[in-house]
């Protein structure tokens, strides 16, 4: 079945109920979901050609589409997580189409053999992840975090939650062009005040300080935070935050100190750091959700609209 198909059930069924499922174990699905049947693509479309990542969610495969002879990602979600989160992970995806910094879906296909299900993916190439920890010039840090704000932008815009945006999770083209990928942990978002099953998912030197408090009434502003995080990894080279710390350590320490970490980062670490960077950075790291800065507020920000009216003048 064509990712689109699967994206319009998904939606059709959220909006019913008024109530968007949470990307999870699809424990809350109804027994009427679950025998719903799907027409799958056949996976023998792609002939698999090496297995290029690895993890507790599954593999992702290099494939090449026999059709077109263009090659894709294969990402095969393991067994135990079942078919709802494949389900759920595609229509979340598919929401957000359309932005050069996302990756894009293109199909869900099934394994007539095994059984196995594969989300059928566009191909880029390796993680940012590979290209730390050195650091970078505040102006390449400002046109990379320029993209992935703007990213950011269109998954809320599609009210869809990433909720796990880190290097892993960001893929370099051949061009330099950075995507946001894998939305094995996102959720469509939930009305104001309604918890989602999980109060923590992610990777935890990126996870927001409410999530670390056991609040599962949480927002957008978590993919922010985790935005801020990558933004001084650019800028310093190695994480900001997290370590061989507990969550509750880490809470902790982002509680007591947090304000002198970035003040100490702004004056000893990065002292060539402009006022309006450290604004950008302080706003994506506040600890309170609700002066986080949003993506949206974070684009109209002066260290990416003054340096776009020079450029603007430039070509003028």
């Not at 799907?38 to 996976?43: D, E, F, H, I, T």
């Not at 400002?142 to 998954?155: Q, S, Y």
């Amino acid at each position: 079945m064509a990712a689109a198909s699967a994206a319009a059930g998904a939606r059709k069924r959220a909006a019913a109920a008024q109530d968007p499922t949470a990307c999870g174990s699809g424990s809350g699905s109804s027994p009427a979901s679950k025998r719903r049947r799907y027409a799958l693509g056949s996976a023998d479309d792609y002939e698999q050609l090496d297995v290029v990542g690895e993890g507790s969610f599954g593999v992702v495969i290099m494939a090449r589409d026999r059709r077109t002879g263009g090659k894709v990602a294969l990402k095969r979600i393991h067994g135990a997580q079942g078919f709802d989160a494949v389900r759920i992970e595609a229509a979340c995806q598919h929401a957000c189409r359309g932005h050069p910094s996302i990756v894009e879906i293109k199909n869900v296909v099934a394994d007539a053999k095994s059984g196995e299900v594969f989300l059928v993916l566009e191909f880029v190439g390796s993680s940012l992840r590979d290209e730390l920890p050195w650091s970078r010039p505040e102006d390449l840090v400002r046109e990379m975090m320029r993209t992935l704000i703007d990213a950011a932008k269109k998954i809320h815009s599609s009210r869809v939650i990433h909720r796990d945006i880190k290097p892993e999770n960001i893929l370099v083209s051949a061009f330099g062009v950075l995507k946001i990928c894998d939305f094995g942990s996102a959720t469509f978002m939930k009305p104001a005040g309604k918890p989602y099953d999980e109060c923590r998912v992610g990777t935890l030197p990126y996870t927001s300080p409410e999530q670390l408090a056991g609040n599962r009434c949480y927002g957008p502003a978590v993919d922010m935070w985790a935005l801020g995080c990558i933004m001084g990894e650019l800028l310093t080279g190695p994480p900001l935050f997290g370590g061989d710390m507990t969550e509750a350590e880490l809470l902790a320490d982002l509680s007591a100190q947090l304000g002198a970490l970035l003040q100490e980062l702004r004056l000893e670490v990065l002292p060539e750091l402009s006022p309006a960077a450290h604004e950008v950075l302080s706003g994506l790291l506040a600890f309170d959700p609700e002066k986080r800065l949003t993506a949206a507020e974070a684009l109209e920000h002066r260290w990416f609209t003054e340096t776009a009216s020079k450029a603007s003048s430039y070509c003028n």
